[in-house]
C-alpha cells in the first residue's frame, strides 16, 4: 500500500495569461487531497471520496481516467498490465477552481511511487502530475501542479521555448486570510484555455494589448505581497479580474460573488482558476472580516472554504 498527498491552491494573479509566459502567482492553500494506492484485482479502480461539489467527481471522471493514465506512461508502468485500487479523499473540497485536479494527481503519483518504492524527487513528481494535467487543461501551464507539489506561495513563469520554468518561492510576513466562494458550476478547464486561444486568434492586437496589462499588473502584485500592503493587492485582484472579463473567461455567477465579496469589505476579489465557473478568491485579512464575507456568501446559498495564503 502507499500513501501521498498534494495541496489545493488558489492562482492570486494571471491566470490563462501564464499560459502563454506571463508570469502568474499561487499560493497553495492548508487544505489537500490523499491517496492510497494497493495493488489488487484488475485494471485500475479509482474509488473516489473526495467531499465537494455535487456532479464534480461524475463530471471530471473521463479526464481522470484519461490523468491517471498519462501519469502511468510518466511513470514507464504499462497501463495494461497494472492493477491499482485508489482512493481519493483528504480535505481539499472538489470545487472547480482551487487546483483539486492537480492535488489528486500528485496525490495519486506519490502514493504510486510510494507502493512501488521508487525514490522519486518532487521535480519528478511535479513533471508527473503536469502530463497527468494535460487530461484536464488540455494545454497546462503547469501552474496548478507546481502548486500542488511544492506548496507555498510561489512566482511561476512558464517556459515558451522548452527549457524549465522559473518557479521561485514568495513569503508573506504572515499568513492571510482568504475566503474561497464556489459558483456551484463544474467547469472545464481544458475548453476555457481553448477559448482564449480561439478569441487570441481573432483579435491578437486587443489580447496583446490585455497580456501586457497583465503583465506589468503581475510585478506590482509581487512587489505589493513583498511588502505586504494588502489593500494592494486588493486593488490588484480587482485588477485582474477585470482583466479575466475582458478575456471572457469570467461569468455572471463569479462577478456577482467578486462584487458580494467587495460589498462586505474584502479588500480585492477575482476569479481562481479556469473561471466559467468554478470559485472566486477574496482577499480578507483577519478572521472577523473573512468570517463576514464567508457568512454573507453561505447565506446566499453558495459554498465556501475558509482558508489561508502565505502559509
Ligand atoms: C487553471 O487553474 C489555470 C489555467 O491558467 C490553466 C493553466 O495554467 O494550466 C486556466
Redesign the pocket.
Known amino acids: 500500500m502507499g500513501r501521498g498527498s498534494g495541496f489545493g491552491k488558489t492562482?492570486l494573479f494571471n491566470?490563462?495569461f501564464?499560459?502563454y509566459g506571463i508570469p502568474?502567482i499561487v499560493s497553495a492553500i492548508d487544505s489537500t487531497a490523499s491517496a492510497i494506492v494497493r495493488q489488487t484485482g484488475e485494471g485500475i479502480r479509482v474509488k473516489d471520496e473526495r467531499k465537494g461539489a455535487k456532479g464534480y467527481t461524475q463530471k471530471k471522471m473521463v479526464q481522470q481516467k484519461e490523468s491517471i493514465s498519462r501519469m502511468l506512461k510518466a511513470m514507464s508502468f504499462d497501463r495494461e498490465k497494472i492493477a491499482l485500487e485508489i482512493w481519493l479523499g483528504g480535505n481539499l473540497p472538489g470545487f472547480s477552481?482551487i487546483?483539486a485536479s492537480a492535488a489528486s494527481s500528485v496525490a495519486i503519483a506519490r502514493a504510486i511511487a510510494d507502493d512501488f518504492d521508487l525514490d522519486l524527487s518532487d521535480e519528478k513528481i511535479n513533471h508527473i502530475a503536469y502530463e497527468a494535467?494535460k487530461a484536464y487543461?488540455g494545454t497546462?501551464?503547469?501552474?496548478?501542479n507546481t502548486a500542488a507539489t511544492y506548496g507555498g506561495l510561489i512566482w511561476f513563469k512558464k517556459s515558451v521555448i522548452g527549457k524549465s520554468d522559473i518557479i521561485e518561492k514568495l513569503s508573506l510576513k504572515k499568513p492571510v486570510e482568504i475566503v474561497i466562494g464556489n459558483t456551484g458550476i463544474v467547469a472545464d478547464?481544458k475548453a476555457?484555455?481553448e477559448g482564449v486561444a480561439a478569441r487570441r486568434e481573432m483579435d491578437p492586437i486587443k489580447y496583446d494589448r490585455l497580456f501586457k496589462q497583465a503583465e506589468e499588473l503581475v510585478f506590482q502584485a509581487r512587489d505589493s505581497l513583498n511588502d505586504f500592503s494588502l489593500r494592494t493587492v486588493g486593488e490588484l485582484m480587482d485588477r485582474n479580474h477585470h482583466l479575466l472579463q475582458e478575456i471572457e473567461v469570467s461569468s455572471e455567477e463569479l462577478d456577482y460573488l467578486a462584487s458580494l465579496a467587495r460589498k462586505q469589505g474584502a479588500y480585492g476579489a477575482k476569479l481562481t482558476?479556469?473561471?466559467g465557473g468554478g470559485c472566486i478568491v477574496a482577499l480578507t485579512p483577519g478572521k472577523a472580516l473573512q468570517h463576514k464575507v464567508a457568512r454573507r456568501m453561505q447565506n446566499e446559498g453558495f459554498q465556501v472554504l475558509k482558508t489561508r495564503i502565505g502559509i
Request: aromatic fraction near 0%; glycine fraction near 34%; avoid cysteine.
Open positions: 492562482i491566470e490563462h501564464v499560459v502568474g477552481g487546483g494535467e487543461a497546462p501551464s503547469g501552474i496548478d478547464t476555457m484555455v482558476g479556469g473561471g
